[in-house]
């Protein structure tokens, strides 16, 4: 009866250390894998950006809430992307830019007396300069301590060695650090490739031979565009190998062109015009007249080929006060058009 006893115990003894195995391996079985999230680092969202423009590396807000913008190459850019701004220089703007119409957005004046006073009591957080508006880098940075200011100035004058080559980069690397501010990056990307592919294809449609010649109309007169820098024409000599119709000494990079008389613009012959009418973008004179009815008058150029061939070719008449990347994709997609023809 005792050892009957005793086995029972040992039964009910060794079935409890079962349960107890058992109970430890369901609760290892059953023990939970820490939570992915839990491990997860929230991803740290950029507030600053740093950019390299005419001066050297600036660190940049990102999206800034006040943004001052001079430079005519950035308008349509930003305009494009939504960006709302705080003041702007309305009397050197496109007329039908939305900026110009907006009240709330405070008006700087023209560059030659710019109301920077006007300027400083905006409190801007952001101010990008450029072309018109450099020279006034120094004294803005003075005006608005607390403020960043961009410089996206590049040199097509007279004294670059290389315009052609500094007017694409110029263009792109403008492009490229405003998507960077205004976190636009695959905007910008894109913008740059289309700006890319219009080059290319303006390039192909040049066959290398026919000789060029650009030219400025203002108040009525027809100004030398010279080769390789300046405003808009010259540079391009560069960017598409174009032979110049006509070479002058001493040329310089004036808005309205270098004085050059339209003899000898119709003794050189050349193959095509391609003009800038200056007063259609800011009607600035009384006496402006339509460049195309100043070239269509000029009674020394209708014989050469590019008027009885018709090869003539008009910038957007905004361009003097739009020379945005978009501006320049214009011109050079017509010229990928009408020179194939």
């Not at 086995?7 to 059953?30: E, R």
């Not at 496109?94 to 110009?100: F, G, I, L, R």
């Not at 910008?188 to 010649?213: C, H, P, R, W």
Request: glycine share 6%.
């Amino acid at each position: 009866m005792k050892n009957f006893k005793l086995l029972v115990i040992m039964a009910v003894f060794a079935l409890l250390l079962a349960a107890c195995s058992n109970s430890g391996d369901d609760k290892a079985d059953t023990k939970e894998e820490p939570k992915e999230k839990d491990n997860e680092k929230t991803e740290e969202v950029a507030t600053t950006v740093d950019v390299t423009d005419a001066h050297g590396t600036v660190t940049v807000p990102v999206n800034p809430e006040k943004v001052v913008a001079l430079d005519n190459r950035t308008f349509e850019t930003l305009s494009d992307w939504g960006i709302e701004l705080a003041a702007a220089p309305k009397p050197v703007m496109p007329a039908d830019s939305p900026y110009v119409a907006d009240e709330k957005v405070v008006d700087i004046g023209n560059h030659r007396e710019p109301k920077l006073e006007e300027l400083a009591a905006v409190d801007p957080d952001l101010v990008i300069v450029g072309q018109r508006f450099g020279s006034y880098y120094e004294d803005i940075k003075k005006l608005v301590p607390n403020a960043v200011v961009v410089d996206l100035s590049f040199d097509v004058s007279e004294d670059a060695e290389t315009p052609g080559e500094n007017l694409v980069n110029g263009l792109k690397d403008s492009t490229t650090m405003l998507g960077q501010i205004f976190d636009k990056e695959e905007d910008a990307k894109k913008l740059n490739e289309e700006f890319d592919q219009s080059i290319a294809d303006a390039k192909e449609a040049y066959n290398g031979e026919d000789t060029v010649m650009g030219v400025i109309v203002s108040g009525g007169d027809i100004g030398f565009s010279a080769p390789s820098h300046g405003r808009v024409w010259g540079p391009m000599f560069d960017i598409f190998g174009w032979k110049p119709a006509l070479e002058v000494n001493n040329t310089s990079a004036d808005h309205q062109g270098d004085e050059v008389s339209v003899e000898a613009i119709a003794q050189s012959n050349p193959d095509w015009i391609f003009v800038l009418d200056r007063d259609a973008a800011v009607s600035s004179t009384e006496d402006a007249v339509p460049a195309q009815d100043v070239i269509d008058n000029a009674p020394a150029l209708q014989n050469t080929k590019a008027i009885t061939e018709k090869q003539v070719i008009y910038a957007p008449a905004d361009t003097y006060t739009n020379e945005s990347i978009q501006t320049f994709m214009e011109i050079f997609q017509n010229m990928a058009k009408t020179l194939a023809k």
